[in-house]
Nanobody, 126 residues
Framework: QVQLVESGGGLVQAGGSLRLSCVASGRTFSSYAMGWFRQAPGKERDFVAGIRWSGGGYTYYAASVKGRFTISRDNAKNTVYLQMNNLKPEDTAVYYC??????????????????WGQGTQVTVSS
């Protein structure tokens, strides 16, 4: 069992930056690959970014955030981060951290993830 707790959300103007954090507890953090998803009101939960724990921490992103968002991890702190720069109003959503036992490939679908945090709200004003 893994528990995930996100923080760092808030209100920011367009063009601004935020850094989300997700602290994991429970089973060995290195047993999981991690991802960030987001869900806007009335919309499906969408993949944002993912990171493996092996192979140098391979990262991958949704096209809509590539070049603006960066996912990273600190194994010693059992923490994964999402640095979000040049934020746009369309980035407004609840952001969720997730963990998956699928350590290969590029899991991007919600059903591929086993554990979820409670979410943190990000609001970008125009």
């Amino acid at each position: 069992q893994v528990q995930l707790v996100e923080s760092g959300g808030g209100l920011v103007q367009a063009g601004g930056s935020l850094r989300l954090s997700c602290v994991a507890s429970g089973r060995t953090f290195s047993s999981y690959a991690m991802g960030w998803f987001r869900q806007a009101p009335g919309k499906e939960r969408d993949f944002v970014a993912g990171i493996r724990w092996s192979g140098g921490g391979y990262t991958y992103y949704a096209a809509s955030v590539k070049g603006r968002f960066t996912i990273s991890r600190d194994n010693a702190k059992n923490t994964v981060y999402l640095q979000m720069n040049n934020l746009k109003p369309e980035d407004t959503a609840v952001y969720y951290c997730a963990a998956t036992v699928k350590l290969t490939g590029r899991p991007t679908l919600p059903y591929e993830y086993n554990y979820w945090g409670q979410g943190t709200q990000v609001t970008v004003s125009s």
